[in-house]
């Protein structure tokens, strides 16, 4: 096991830029930070060197022991995390295309986080999110998914092409909005879907609303406003969860 | 309108000491920042005292002008808001006890802002909270709840005690839970019922369960985890808004 004493290692450097959007885009790699998060990236065989201020966690090789605060160096703020580990994003491609969760826009990160984490609960095929919605190796985003993130494919797509691309591959599209929808009591469930959720202000984008074979409403009285994680919640479980 | 230049003044040290929870335990006022907030608030007569940067804001009397870094420091950091109002705390009792969502100790404030919108979404009656529920008026708590916070009466209460009022009264208590539970298709809809979510890591207390008149849990396959606010959401949809 590799010893690095200064927080100033030309390798620590550079594995603490991942910690900014542009060099996890430019490398393909991101940090996952906690015993959770990374045991959870081991399952998947994403890590590639681990970084810890504890000699004796985890079998894994390469390991590199540095002290605490080059790990806090590596982390964000908020978490007190002894371990982070370097790891490289998954391109995974959906094997099917039978329950299809679609984001267009979505700004939040804990709503992305928990937006993926319900949709691997539910066994959906994979998450497809447009080029506008919020960067998927962001902290936050990574922390909501509890882990599950490292489980499902999570694609970018052009919306409006990929939408295309399903419905002549006979996926119902169905789109959320607010007005001159289907309440979702009385929406048809058919076997294979894709399901757009928009962005917290501005709901799903109008082309992709006119676009969709169908558009679904949520049956709300009252203060009429939920927040997108709950009603995408709402929306899997109702159009059903995937039989094992 | 008054003027106060200085955040030495003695109220504007007085109002500021509402960010903490033991000043407005104390006080049963809080601090609400931002105009949608400050709006919500004033429509259900919470408003005592309007704090305001921008003189042309609001017809709202009493109204106090105040350079931008008094907003600031009676305002919590994230927030970019030009007005902070003191609002009394609202002592509301339900008025029926139809449908009531019951939180035995949600932590994270975002999660009970969340479930707390989603129930009046859904016209629930009221949401009461166990003693370690995280403080309402915390300012995460009343931002997740967009304002909704004021239009349903929240309570906080002994859970052993109030769910067995409740069984008396003929309300049917439901304990969320993951094993030993009814399925939720499979779940009777009681005409009158009290659904009760749990910690985010260790669900209901055993006790709360074993008292309840049904356990029910949410389906699911692969990952097993759900966040508490949008099991809370499939639980509200699903067991029935309440009809106008």
């Not at 882990?147 to 002549?168: C, M, N, W």
């Not at 469930?189 to 757009?196: K, Q, S, W």
């Not at 006119?210 to 203060?223: T, Y």
Request: hydrophobic share 40%; proline share 3%.
């Amino acid at each position: 096991m590799e010893r690095i004493e200064s927080s100033a290692n030309a390798r620590i450097k550079e594995w603490a830029k991942l910690l900014q959007k542009k060099e996890r885009d430019r490398t393909g790699r991101f940090l996952a930070e906690g015993d959770h998060l990374i045991q959870e990236a081991m399952k998947e065989g994403l890590v590639e060197v681990l970084i810890s201020d504890h000699a004796e966690d985890y079998e894994f090789e390469p390991k590199i022991l540095v002290p605490e605060h080059t790990v806090r160096k590596l982390s964000s703020s908020v978490s007190g995390a002894h371990s982070v580990a370097v790891c490289r994003q998954k391109q995974s491609v959906p094997e099917k295309t039978d329950r299809i969760l679609i984001l267009d826009g979505v700004q939040d990160p804990g709503n992305l986080g928990t937006l993926i984490r319900t949709a691997v609960s539910f066994r959906y095929d994979a998450v497809v999110c447009s080029m506008e919605t919020v960067d998927l190796y962001n902290d936050k985003v990574i922390r909501s998914t509890q882990g599950s993130l490292f489980h499902i494919p999570v694609l970018r797509a052009d919306l409006a092409e990929y939408t295309a691309s399903l419905q002549k591959d006979g996926v119902c599209v169905i789109a959320t909005t607010l007005e001159d929808a289907v309440p979702l009591k009385e929406l048809p469930r058919p076997d294979r879907f894709a399901v757009i959720l928009g962005n917290e202000g501005n709901g799903v984008g109008r082309h992709l609303q006119d676009a969709a074979d169908v558009r679904v409403r949520i049956e709300m009285s009252g203060f009429e406003s939920l927040n997108v994680a709950v009603a995408g919640g709402i929306l899997m479980y109702e159009l059903g969860a995937k039989a094992e």
